[in-house]
């Protein structure tokens, strides 16, 4: 299996999806212009790795802004995440947050209560 990888943008996130590894990583801004056509080539290629998913799977999560038609797809990514735990595998999300973005700390525990992954919410060091 491919990995995928998207370079960031000023409008769209850096997205380094390694299927060898099972390091999952997305960060930086997310206010694309067509949300859909931006995330779903990645909710495509989160279908396939869930076929080949490893024993551990680690998504690190360092968005400093995303919008509200991002949230639903950053929502779609951790629901097909959920599918790989619950198929026997482990499965941690690591949210950073920077140390006065106290919204985004508050986002990232919103998102652990809803989704029922694993989180670990973590001051990004400088």
């Known amino acids: 299996m491919t990995n995928i990888e ?7 996130p850096a997205i380094s999806f390694n ?3 099972g390091v999952l990583k997305l960060s930086g801004r997310s206010i694309p212009e067509n ?3 931006f995330f779903n080539p990645v909710l495509l290629w989160l279908d ?3 076929l080949v998913a490893k024993d551990e799977t680690i998504i690190n999560v360092k968005l400093e802004y995303f919008n509200t038609s991002s949230s639903k797809y950053i929502l779609e990514i951790f629901k097909r995440l959920k599918g790989i735990l619950n198929d026997g595998k482990k499965v941690s999300v690591k949210w950073y947050y920077d140390e006065d973005d106290e919204e985004m700390m508050e986002t990232g525990e ?3 209560d809803v989704s029922g992954l694993p989180f670990e919410i973590l001051v990004i060091e400088d």
């Open 110 to 112: 919103d998102y652990q």
């Open 35 to 37: 949300t859909f056509e």
């Open 6 to 12: 998207i370079e960031g943008t000023k409008q769209t």
């Open 19 to 21: 299927a060898s590894t």
């Open 48 to 50: 396939e790795y869930n």
